[in-house]
């Protein structure tokens, strides 16, 4: 059995910081592993408080997966192509070279961290993105709705999110990640009783509609969905990013199968049968990517 990064799983941060990377032109294969090597130590730093250190999740886009470890190359990863929907709704494709997630409870720690991890990275890499995240509340998303309440929940959590050990790249998780900008001023303008309808559970009491109570548009109705008689959960990590100006949801979700994340985002999109996810008239994406989180032993061995 390999082990996954184990700090997929862990639940309780408040406090969470991405950043993702690009590989400068001509790096060097050997000098990036050395590179990636001395950042993944940076979290692991025994002069902070055990209590107090970052966990690290790190993943790698196909491109650069491939250069590092062509054996352990997972079936079916492939680069975000972007969505576009019939009705004009657009994801855009932002696919960069590494991901890493740093979450903890201590906003000062994640931001020590990831100059650290930066440090190690940038003879190698340019920083493409980075946001920061937060968890609101009792893990409510920015428009007021419970997140992640149907996510998987113990070892199930792993079934869904790891491809199997028999399988190349077994114990490692496809990932998708995905920045999502809300119009909270159109958003907060509709009634509690709308919000529910685009949402497909109740805001108050967080209860999903049943029957002809959940429109074909809710976004639950759009994204609990089957593809030739099979389900396809995925396990999701997002929380909300921003402030004043500009917040939304980073939604982060892995996957023992990459053919899920094109399922649920062609259904939002309205590709499968015309219908898109009301949300979406609420929220925009402004980025999205597909990933690879390698087990423990496979990243080892990719770093060597
Ligand atoms: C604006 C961005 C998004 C927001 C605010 C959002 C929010 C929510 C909320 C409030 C729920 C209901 C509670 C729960 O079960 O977690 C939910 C469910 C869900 N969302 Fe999203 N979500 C967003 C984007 C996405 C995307 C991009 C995907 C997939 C690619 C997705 C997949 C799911 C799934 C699979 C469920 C569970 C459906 C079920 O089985 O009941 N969501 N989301």
Known sequence: MRSPQQAIFLEDSDHHLWLEY???????TRDVR?????????????????????????????????RLATERVPQGLHLFEGID????????????????WLHGDHHDENVAAALGVHRALRSVARLAAEEHGFRYRDSLDLTGFVDGTANAKGAERQ???LIPSRQRGGGGSHVLAQRWVHDLRRWEALSDAQQSKIMGRTKDGNE?????????????????????????????????????????????????????????????????????????????????????????EDLDSALK
Not at 50 to 60: L, M
Not at 85 to 100: M, R
């Open 85 to 100: 929907g019939p009705e004009g709704h657009h994801a855009p494709p932002t696919p960069h070279n590494i991901w890493i």
């Open 22 to 28: 690009d590989l400068l032109p001509g790096a060097e």
């Open 34 to 66: 050395e590179a990636v090597r001395l950042a993944l130590e940076v979290p692991r730093d025994s002069r902070v408080d055990s209590e107090r250190r970052p966990r690290c999740v790190i993943a790698f886009g196909p491109v650069l997966w491939s």
């Open 159 to 161: 079934v869904v999110a």
């Open 208 to 296: 999903e509609l049943k029957g002809r109570a959940m429109p074909k548009h809710a976004h639950v109705a759009r994204t609990d969905i089957e593809v030739e008689g099979e389900a396809q959960p995925v396990y999701r990590r997002s929380v909300p990013f921003g402030g004043v100006r500009e917040h939304g949801l980073y939604f982060v979700a892995f996957a023992n199968s990459s053919k899920r994340f094109d399922a649920l985002l062609e259904s939002m999109f309205g590709v499968t049968d015309g219908v898109h996810d009301r949300l979406l008239d609420f929220s925009r994406a402004t980025s999205g990517a597909y990933y690879f989180a390698p087990s423990q």
